[in-house]
Each structure stands twice: as structure tokens, then as C-alpha cells.
Nanobody, 128 residues
Framework: QGYLVESGGGLVQPGGSLRLSCEADGSISTITTMGWYRQRPGKQREMVALIASGASGGGTNYADSVKDRFTISRDNAKNTVVLQMNSLKPEDTAVYYC???????????????????WGQGTRVTVSS
């Protein structure tokens, strides 16, 4: 079936940094767009950052709230995607989920339902 494994969450003070990593297992034959979503307490899951595959020309899409603070990158050879989070704020506190699409291309559709693969989630807490 295929699965994603995340790592890197934790507790950090405001202004600090964290790096989230996600690896897709080798049974997923085609991975198009990968991304990170988050779910804050009492809120719906929301897009944080997406990155297209190199085959579709690359490209990234960020939520306005994280632009200039977060950076998404991927290594297609290793089936990994990384989210570097800098200048973290208390409002970034959430469970972060890695997602991978194997059917649809592009980074403009941010609907969570497009993704066939999700990680188990990793908690990020930003607090002093």
C-alpha cells in the first residue's frame, strides 16, 4: 500500500527552528506532489507547503502565514521531503502531517483529499 514516516517534531521556544523530515517507502511507485499540512487545536487541516516533482517542472506553494519563514525541499531519489521551519511562533503549534500524491500533478490544488498517502503526524509545540 505504501506509507510515509515523519520525524523531527518537538517543543521549541518562539523564534526557534525545527526541521521536519518525511520519507516515503519504496512501494509507492509514482510520487508526484508532496507536501506538509497541519492541524491546529480546534481547526481543520490546512496546507502549509507543497512541492512539485521535478518531472513537472518543480515549484513550491506556501501558505501566507509561513512564507519567508518555512522552506520545503525534496530529494526525489530518496523519496523524502523536508520542512525547515524558522522564526517559529506560538500559532505554529499543531500536528504536522506529510502528504504524498501519486495521481495528480501540480501545486495549485491544496485540497487534502487529493493525497493518497499521509504520515502519522508529528507534534510541534512552540511555547516559552
Amino acid at each position: 500500500q505504501g506509507y510515509l514516516v515523519e520525524s523531527g517534531g518537538g517543543l521549541v521556544q518562539p523564534g526557534g527552528s525545527l526541521r521536519l523530515s518525511c520519507e516515503a517507502d519504496g512501494s509507492i511507485s509514482t510520487i508526484t506532489t508532496m507536501g506538509w499540512y497541519r492541524q491546529r487545536p480546534g481547526k481543520q487541516r490546512e496546507m502549509v507547503a507543497l512541492i512539485a516533482s521535478g518531472a513537472s517542472g518543480g515549484g513550491t506553494n506556501y501558505a501566507d502565514s509561513v512564507k519567508d519563514r518555512f522552506t520545503i525541499s525534496r530529494d526525489n531519489a530518496k523519496n523524502t521531503v523536508v520542512l525547515q521551519m524558522n522564526s517559529l511562533k506560538p500559532e505554529d503549534t499543531a500536528v504536522y502531517y506529510c502528504a504524498a500524491d501519486s495521481v495528480h500533478w501540480g501545486i495549485t490544488d491544496i485540497t487534502p483529499s487529493r493525497y493518497g498517502y499521509w504520515g502519522q503526524g508529528t507534534r510541534v509545540t512552540v511555547s516559552s
